[in-house]
């Protein structure tokens, strides 16, 4: 998959072109993904997609801006999985925002990306002010020489299927719920990095994930498969939260206990599928109980995950 971090003046070649976010990469977004691969192929065209960095919301307002489901790498990730052919980050920026929806169609679409047939969300709005719709983007079509399609809200048992939807069943410690809208279980990735050692202390060594979200959509204790060290998925006892028993105000942390696993893997890239929320992370009054606690915990993945 290729990737470009700008757009050009001039495209060298036409594409297929689908525009969002794709925060998550949910099954509403798969289902864009695979529109566009099936018009793709149609057309002879490569299958492209344009997301923005950072999300626009996080540009103007980042105290209200909704956590993320994704870090870009993990974005990325997802949509090579999905097949896409070529990605185009938007910095979005002063400038960026600046540009009039009539600019957008000919400067970006037309000239910069080449798009011959363009596919968006019913609810597509584009350009300064979000002045542009899908219907300014069919009365242009004609004279900017590509078509364009509208992909209707994506509903799974009569649920709406939106990055929203997934914040909240994550939030809720509901993953199973999680699994189902995104269709497959949620996961965090991140490179191993060094800790304060305080799991090996205490009898539980843990590989800590070096977290690319500042603020992680889910909290708690949780019963996990740990992808990127063998030929299968490990299994293991998370904790994803800020360690009030070990440290005052301290910034989220991601730690992985594996079970029977003694191997050094600093440096290296895992993926944490996140698959039965055990508890919510709590404050005790010694490391003691704390200690105590995290063995129950150990048990109880244990029996969850069938080990």
Request: proline residues 5%; positive net charge; glycine residues 8%.
């Given at each position: ?95 960026f925002a600046k540009i009039g929806a009539e600019d957008f169609i000919g400067r970006i679409l037309q000239r910069g990306l080449a798009a011959k047939w363009i596919l968006v969300g019913d ?185």
């Amino acid at each position: 998959m290729l990737v470009f971090r700008s757009i050009p003046t001039q495209a060298k070649t036409p594409v297929a072109l689908t525009i969002g976010n794709f925060d998550g990469v949910h099954l509403g977004h798969q289902a864009m993904l695979a529109r566009l691969q099936e018009t793709a192929r149609a057309m002879d065209l490569p299958a492209c997609v344009m997301t923005f960095e950072p999300h626009p919301r996080e540009f103007f307002a980042p105290d209200q801006a909704p956590v993320r489901l994704t870090s870009l790498r993990e974005k990325l990730e997802l949509l090579q999985a999905a097949g896409v052919e070529r990605v185009q980050i938007c910095r979005f920026n002063f400038d960026f925002a600046k540009i009039g929806a009539e600019d957008f169609i000919g400067r970006i679409l037309q000239r910069g990306l080449a798009a011959k047939w363009i596919l968006v969300g019913d609810d597509f709005r584009f350009g300064a002010r979000r002045a542009g719709d899908f219907a300014m983007l069919k009365a242009a079509s004609g004279s900017h020489g590509f078509s364009v399609e509208a992909m209707p809200s994506f509903n799974l048992k009569g649920v709406r299927v939106s990055s929203t939807a997934v914040r909240e069943a994550l939030a809720a410690g509901d993953m199973s719920g999680a699994s189902s809208l995104l269709g497959r279980a949620y996961s965090i990735s991140g490179r191993v990095v060094h800790g304060n050692k305080l799991g090996k202390q205490i009898g539980f060594p843990t590989a800590n994930l070096q977290l690319k979200h500042n603020l992680p959509p889910l909290q708690g204790i949780f019963a996990v498969r740990v992808r990127g060290l063998a030929g299968k998925a490990l299994p293991g006892v998370a904790s994803l939260g800020v360690r009030p028993t070990v440290i005052e105000q301290g910034k989220p942390v991601l730690e992985v206990h594996l079970f029977d696993f003694n191997r050094q893997i600093y440096d290296q890239h895992v993926s944490v599928d996140f698959l039965h929320k055990l508890r919510d992370e709590e404050k005790y009054a010694d490391m003691e109980t704390l200690v105590k606690q995290i063995a129950v915990d150990v048990v109880n993945a244990k029996q969850w995950l069938g080990c």
